[in-house]
């Protein structure tokens, strides 16, 4: 049963995502959106906001090269940034490591996020996140709900996606999941963990919501 965690803001936070993305885009394209222009874009994964800028400044759809020479370059910047001598990341020390144990416990946990791949691989070794832990970053033509659907191929349910954002809620609910937010970002009736939450926390509440004891 796979019980899928969004990485930003849920695992740790990295701090200037849109300014890096911007950057990234302007280095590609030649000139970066406007900031107006990114908060205005309905998606969440890096896939569909690239794709909504894209349609917006060229009047055509994102190929798929064009996606991974954008990967590449982000990856770059990423690296550039976030290293020993640079910026770190804060990592949210219980939530990973009841990820951890939830693991040891022979749950199949996975990482489902909007990041594209190279940078959610960059992201997860930042964070220390252990190689068992399966990774599924933002692919071509997917949405959020549709990469938790992938991560739920062949396995019975229950599932579970734990999250930080309404967006993370949205596609719990559109891939018929239940969910679990990180932090106070998300109001509704849910459940809800503090970033502080220890190991034990962690573990107790999820296995509860999949109904494994």
């Not at 990592?91 to 990820?99: K, N, S, W």
């Not at 990180?182 to 509704?188: M, Q, R, S, T, W």
Request: glycine share 10%; charged share 25%; net charge negative.
């Amino acid at each position: 049963m796979p019980i899928c965690f969004d990485l930003d803001g849920t695992l740790g936070t990295f701090g200037g995502g849109y300014v890096l993305l911007r950057e990234v885009l302007g280095e590609v394209w030649g000139s970066p959106p406007m900031p107006e222009e990114l908060r205005a874009c309905r998606g969440s994964t890096d896939w569909e906001i690239i794709d909504e800028l894209h349609r917006l400044r060229f009047g055509c759809g994102l190929e798929n090269q064009t996606y991974q020479e954008f990967e590449i370059v982000c990856l770059a910047r990423f690296r550039s940034t976030f290293h020993p001598e640079g910026k770190l990341p804060v990592a949210f020390q219980g939530i990973i490591e009841g990820l951890h144990q939830l693991v040891a416990r022979g749950h199949s946990v996975w990482l489902v996020s909007g990041n594209v791949p190279l940078v959610l691989d960059f992201k997860a070794q930042a964070l220390s996140i252990d190689e068992r832990v399966h990774r599924l970053g933002s692919l071509p033509g997917c949405s959020r709900a549709d990469l938790i659907r992938r991560a739920m191929l062949d396995s019975t349910s229950p599932h579970l996606y734990v999250g930080d954002r309404p967006h993370d809620q949205e596609a719990a609910e559109a891939a018929g999941v239940p969910f679990l937010c990180i932090g106070d970002a998300v109001p509704g009736d849910h459940p809800i963990l503090s970033i502080d939450t220890g190991a034990e926390q962690l573990i107790e509440m999820v296995e509860r919501l999949v109904g494994r004891s």
